[in-house]
């Protein structure tokens, strides 16, 4: 059965920390993992990774996979209050690839003052 | 393009009561997807179509769910009768193919259900 796990489950920081947010995989046919931000609303896309090692980076956040070890890792380094948010990864289910997504339980982020 | 829109932002109903959720697409994406999330589950597929055709309604809890998508701009989910244990959050979603794939999601803000 195709599952996403992520860690920790949540965690609390303060402004400044770096953090770094863990989500293994085991899934049939491998494409894509994707990552996603959830604040107080809807889930938004934040990286798509499909070749291991090739760093995804925006501003402050970056991402990395590694499909041999089968996980990624998403890193936000100077994290500000705004960071605080649950943060989601997803792997297409199977052989689709067509939105059809397993999302880990994800990771509830807290960055205090 | 103002995103994908959902309504009712917020439901209460009573248990046995009919539900319909509605979605608006962003234009041009022929992906639809209906997911739900709740504190035990996080966040599951329902259903989704494409070019307005149920492609893969396996998540769809049970007969009391259905959902349509008449065109290519409006899609509804209904609960009927509704149940205490449908109370959740649940969201729309649309995409569009690409060379890699139909993955990345645009997401409503969602429609929370409490149903009493």
């Known amino acids: 059965e195709d599952k996403v796990v992520q860690s920790p489950l949540s965690l609390v920081v303060h402004e400044g920390d770096t953090v770094t947010l863990n989500c293994s995989y085991e899934?049939?046919?491998?494409?894509?993992l994707l990552w996603y931000k959830q604040e107080k609303k809807a889930p938004t896309f934040l990286f798509m990774l499909t070749s291991s090692g090739i760093e995804k980076k925006s501003g402050r956040l970056s991402s990395i996979l590694d499909k041999k070890e089968l996980f990624s890792i998403l890193n936000i380094t100077a994290t500000q209050t705004g960071d605080s948010a649950i943060y989601l990864c997803a792997v297409p289910h199977g052989s689709s690839n067509t939105g059809k997504l397993i999302f880990g339980q994800g990771t509830t982020l807290q960055v205090k003052p | 393009d103002a995103g994908v829109i959902q309504s009712p932002r917020h439901e209460v109903t009573e248990m046995g009561q009919e539900v319909t959720l509605r979605c608006k697409p962003i234009s041009g994406h022929d992906y639809l997807f209906w997911y739900r999330q709740t504190m035990m589950r996080g966040l599951e597929l329902l259903i989704y179509?494409?070019?307005?055709?149920?492609?893969?309604d396996s998540g769809m809890p049970e007969d009391r769910f259905s959902a349509k998508m008449p065109n290519a701009s409006f899609s509804t989910l209904k609960i009927q009768p509704s149940e205490p244990r449908d109370s959740a959050v649940y969201f729309c979603a649309s995409s569009f193919m690409t060379g890699k794939g139909a993955n990345v999601l645009t997401f409503g803000a969602g429609s929370r259900l409490t149903v009493l």
């Open positions: 899934v049939t046919n491998f494409r894509s």
């Open positions: 179509f494409n070019n307005n055709v149920p492609i893969d």
